[in-house]
């Protein structure tokens, strides 16, 4: 899954870029929300598998429907990883090319990503 970790760390850099702080998005909610005045917050992590690998059948499908959108999702960010610095569109077309190789491959068992589930409440 190397292109798909490298994937991430260019994806984590182009939300940097973007934030101008926090390379993680879902990491500022709880924080944007306080600011907002609301209290109560609370905040689970779970991770949502990417292809049909997880052991239960409602995972799987699960999996299999992320699959895809995951997929186009990395096809996506094909805009904003040629902006970092450096990148050129060959390299990136490879890049993008090895996570759909990597999350179709019978070789994934195990890529997941994570949802962030926050709630809270204003007076």
Not at 69 to 77: D, G, L, R
Request: charged letters at 20%.
């Amino acid at each position: 899954m190397q292109a798909t970790r490298e994937f991430i760390i260019r994806v984590a850099a182009c939300a940097k870029v973007a934030n101008g702080e926090d390379a993680w998005v879902p990491t500022l909610i709880p924080r944007w929300l306080t600011n907002a005045g609301f209290q109560n917050l609370q905040e689970d992590v779970r991770d949502m598998p990417v292809g049909p690998w997880m052991g239960s059948a409602p995972m799987r499908e699960l999996g299999n429907l992320v699959q895809p959108m995951y997929i186009q999702f990395v096809e996506a960010m094909k805009p904003a990883l040629l902006n970092l610095p450096g990148a050129a569109v060959e390299d990136v077309n490879d890049l993008v090319d090895g996570v759909r190789e990597e999350l179709e491959s019978e070789a994934n068992t195990g890529w997941s990503i994570p949802v962030h589930i926050v709630t809270a409440s204003k007076a």
